[in-house]
């Protein structure tokens, strides 16, 4: 049967083609052929009509204005097919081109300004709108409706003249935060506080028990109610929140609504704003109490205002902020990104009282994944910030993990369009290393690149400054400068430098703010940089070329070292008269070099200090800025220990910089000098440089060990004041200095003054190898057995506090990933390996067992905490305790997972095996101290400690 079929189709293609070829012939003969429907199975392939038209194009009739006549019958254009003809494109394209000639045969030929105008209107068609720019503009009130300070002023003088000028009572003042009714007004205004008396004289024309003669008596006679506007009462209530009265200015509120003045939802916020940043979580709530009795609900402000209170409470609670989320995600109603953008902020940045460390870093990491997971797959921009930023701790960098999330958020998903804040959060990721500081300077092109395209202007001969949303600022220049200090990439630096100051002066001639001067940030930053340079050229190799002109050898330096006039009008010597080289441009080549140039910009930093008023702009003053801290200084004098050349220059540089300066040295100051006096310079040390790095090192010493005694005698006594009060528990096992560092809330500020777990074992350790290296044993291994009854081994396992995780959907930090935090002070053997190495070249046997016997306590201390990190002892004591059933700690069940369900505020953990933690309760529970393994070898630490090596880099407690 498949016969017949397969011949019907074999002649069917037989007659097509010679069909084909037929016509083809004909084609080549002249003869035109007969038109072919296109839906014809013989209609020819595309290429055939290309090359050769079927048919003449068909002829159109026009009017006399050259438009095609059938236009006019219908105003719409005919729909065009699916597959449409060659022939009719065509067709259009030259009914289009002869339109466009008729239509522009009259008009004259355009000119070269009118082109260019032309041009101009294109490109500004799709200039970006300057925002910035018009909110910049000062006025009376801001966007919110606050007054400025001096117009708040003005408006409560004003007022207290009107209801108070006429009272003749000499009454008390008020206090802040005393409740307004039980106080007295006060004539006098010379103590500042008009806003408590105008507060209090509107309280009792208010209340309705002041009638008539208690009126007389009280001298509100001449008053009514209805006196003061809407602006006074705003002036009045931001008079308030300025100094951080919140009780003051909820009563305020009350008197309010006793003169029958309305105020909308937008008070309470600023009340609750100011108890979070203040740490007072039981008043947001309370208010968020009465504001949802009243009937109303809460909005995402006063939701983060609470998640605020618990961060910069006393102690903070990191954990009942990530309880409270999770208590919104079970009822299927999570919080929106903001407010897990504010939490996840505060545990990798920190606040006023929290110290963020690995495992605040470590659960930001998990709390991001999960709410990816569980309530918003695709961040904000504002989130991938802030996780973008906490890639750039020094303790922990991570850049190619800030360049995964860039690539992810400007490539994937919405691909969201980074401005300045994201670029200034990848560029100091990408700065945390000097591996991948190059790249971050590669994304400042881009950025302003992207500024140049938002801004251009074409045939502009004066073009207008437009800061568009891509202007670098202060903040990227600082983080480049965080790149440059590890590299000690010291051209880069001063290009920076420059720039920021030409910035600064443009911005201040255009009259905004967007951009300003170099701060005490970014001028610590160049004097890092300056200091972790190393010369090209050693001192010995330095040879000065003499100049070709005779009699100018010695010339005033015009300040091309900066490309920038920073150096002019410095009164001092050191930009007196310099060497100039022949090379077209200068650059330091020795350390000399590097400290001329950074004792030029501290000279003009404090000259510009000393100048400043007023009337001072960046013009005349560029530093006008810079603020003079502790750590600029630090900053300035790790120039000159890095590169001065001696211990006695170095020596003379500090104590006079020192006595020169406002500010006193802190913790910091002293350990940059014992650690210099211990480790030597870089080329080595003399003899002489020895004996003087012996001599100040022991000197500085006793002035740090008296300093820390001090701090540590006026902390114990605070800490015993408030045991007698029941406030503290103290406990005597634990030694004074333990207790101490394991406070909480005193450990950020403790960190900046330099007196932070690890920078007490830098400072020690560099003491102890500086009497080793000078040969006095006795008191090298006297500090020793000092620092080992101050921080005790014991305290290792003593501070031990069982960890009960937030429970979290997904984990992104292995619990044997995350380093320890919070370690007592401790030395192992690699930090008093010099001390063993003297005391057995001098047969000092007792020397050698005691550093042995004291490393080998704190190794084995360190092995146990970590035996009981690993193994959760205590978790399930601590659930036990918190859910105040003492019986669960007794109770064996084998093999089985019981979930406990806290309150809102606890974290969530799953019970592991009983019988694993009966034993580990036990062993902890023990006052016997943990069994000591022999140790052969020195012991790492539990996650390495949280030190940047260098002259602070990356370090902002300096």
């Known amino acids: 049967m498949l016969v017949p079929s397969i011949t019907r189709r074999i002649i069917r293609a037989r007659s097509l083609r010679q069909a084909t070829r037929s016509y083809a012939s004909q084609a080549q003969d002249g003869h035109v052929l007969p038109q072919i429907p296109p839906n014809s199975p013989l209609a020819p392939p595309s290429e055939y009509s290309r090359m050769f038209p079927l048919y003449p194009a068909p002829k159109i009739e026009r009017n006399s204005r050259g438009v095609p006549l059938h236009l006019k019958e219908s105003s719409k254009e005919p729909e065009p097919t699916e597959s449409p003809n060659e022939i009719d ?85 008020l206090k802040r935060g005393e409740d307004l009714g039980n106080v007295p007004t006060s004539s006098s205004s010379k103590n500042g506080n008009s806003h408590l008396r105008i507060a209090t004289v509107l309280r009792a024309v208010a209340l309705p028990s002041t009638k008539g003669k208690e009126r007389e008596e009280a001298g509100f006679a001449h008053l009514s109610m209805g006196l003061v506007g809407r602006t006074e009462w705003n002036a009045l209530f931001e008079e308030f ?16 609504a006793n003169h029958g003045m309305s105020y909308d939802s937008s008070f309470i916020e600023r009340i609750q704003a100011l108890d979070a940043e203040l740490g007072r979580s039981h008043d947001v709530a309370r208010l968020s109490a009465d504001y949802l009795h009243s009937g109303l609900e809460l909005n995402d402000k006063q939701h983060d205002a609470f998640l605020s209170s618990l961060f910069h409470s006393n102690p903070p609670k990191p954990d009942a902020a990530i309880a409270y989320l999770r208590e919104f995600e079970s009822l299927g109603q999570p919080r929106p990104q903001s407010s897990y953008n504010l939490v996840l902020f505060s545990l990798a940045t920190g606040t006023r009282t929290f110290q963020p460390n690995s495992r605040t870093r470590a659960l930001a990491w998990d709390l991001f994944s999960h709410m990816r997971l569980m309530a918003h797959p695709l961040p904000t921009k504002e989130v991938y910030c802030t996780m973008i930023r906490l890639c750039s701790d020094p303790r922990d960098p991570q850049p190619e993990r800030a360049r995964d999330l860039w690539v992810e958020m400007t490539n994937e998903g919405e691909k969201i369009d980074p401005q300045r804040q994201e670029y200034d959060a990848i560029i100091r990721a990408l700065s945390s290393t000097k591996e991948t500081y190059l790249e971050a300077f590669d994304l400042l092109r881009q950025m302003l690149a992207r500024h140049f395209d938002a801004t251009f202007v074409p045939f502009a001969d004066d073009p207008a400054r437009v800061w568009s949303r891509y202007v670098p600022t202060a903040e990227t220049f600082s983080a480049l400068l965080e790149g440059t200090k590890r590299a000690g990439e010291l051209n880069r630096a001063r290009w920076i430098l420059s720039e920021v100051v030409r910035l600064g002066r443009a911005s201040a001639s255009h009259g905004n703010g967007v951009a300003t001067g170099p701060d005490s940030e970014i001028m610590t930053g160049v004097f890092m940089t300056y200091a972790a340079w190393q010369p090209t050229v050693r001192k010995d190799e330095l040879k000065i070329k003499e100049s070709r002109n005779d009699g100018q050898d010695v010339i005033e330096e015009d300040n091309t070292s900066l490309d920038v006039n920073v150096l002019e009008d410095v009164a001092g010597t050191a930009i007196g008269s310099t060497v100039r080289r022949e090379d077209a441009a200068y650059h330091p080549q020795t350390s000399a070099d590097a400290i001329r140039e950074a004792d030029a910009l501290f000279d003009r930093i404090l000259h510009d200090q ?349």
């Open 241 to 256: 929140i300025e100094r951080n009265d919140a009780r003051g200015a909820e009563a305020l509120l009350e008197v309010m």
């Open 89 to 173: 494109v065509r067709a259009k394209r030259v009914m289009k081109r002869e339109i466009t000639l008729k239509a522009v045969e009259g008009l004259p030929p355009y000119k070269e300004a009118d082109l260019r105008k032309f041009y101009v209107a294109l490109v500004e068609s799709g200039l970006e709108s300057t925002d910035e720019s018009l909110g910049m503009i000062t006025a009376g009130e801001d966007s919110h409706g606050r007054l400025g300070k001096d117009r708040r002023r003005e408006i409560l003088a004003a007022l207290e003249d009107r209801l108070i000028g006429s009272a003749s009572t000499s009454t008390s003042t």
């Open 610 to 958: 000393l100048s400043s008023d007023a009337s001072s702009t960046y013009a005349t003053a560029p530093f006008r800025d810079v603020r003079l801290t502790t750590r600029l200084v630090n900053a300035y004098l790790s120039v000159h220990l890095a590169h001065a050349p001696s211990i006695n220059a170095a020596r003379e540089k500090w104590v006079e910089t020192w006595s020169s300066v406002s500010v006193k040295p802190n913790g910091w100051s002293y350990l940059f000098v014992l650690e210099k006096c211990a480790t030597g310079t870089r080329w080595g040390m003399s003899k002489q440089d020895r004996i003087d790095a012996d001599s100040w090192g022991a000197k500085i010493w006793d002035e740090y060990h008296a300093w820390s005694n001090s701090d540590r005698t006026a902390y114990t006594l605070a800490l015993a004041s408030e045991s007698a009060s029941g406030n503290v528990n103290v406990t005597k096992d634990v030694s004074e200095a333990t207790l101490i560092l394991s406070d909480t809330s005193k450990k950020r500020q403790r960190w900046l003054e330099g007196l932070g777990e690890r920078q007490t074992e830098r400072a020690w350790r560099a003491a102890v190898r500086i009497f080793a290296i000078s040969g006095d044993l006795d008191r090298a291994l006297g500090l020793l057995e000092e620092f080992h009854k101050v921080y005790p081994p014991t305290a290792i396992t003593q501070t031990y506090k069982p960890y009960i995780a937030p429970k979290l959907e997904i984990s992104m930090a292995p619990r044997t990933d995350t380093a320890e935090p919070d370690l007592p002070p401790h030395l192992l053997f690699s930090d008093v390996s010099i001390l063993h190495e003297r005391c057995l070249r001098d047969d000092h046997f007792r020397g050698m067992d005691v550093v042995k016997f004291i490393t080998s306590a704190y190794e084995g201390e360190l092995r146990t905490r970590m035996k009981w990190r690993l193994r959760g002892v205590g978790v399930e004591r601590e659930l036990a305790n918190s859910k105040g059933d003492k019986r669960q700690s007794s109770k064996r069940i084998k093999g089985a997972q019981t979930k406990i369900v806290p309150s809102v505020g606890e974290p969530e953990v799953v019970k592991k095996n009983r019988n694993r933690s009966r034993w580990n309760e036990r062993k902890l529970g023990s006052s016997k101290p943990a069994k000591r393994l022999a140790v052969r070898k020195p012991l790492l630490r539990i996650g390495q400690k949280q030190q940047v090596q260098g002259q602070g880099q990356g370090q902002k407690g300096n």
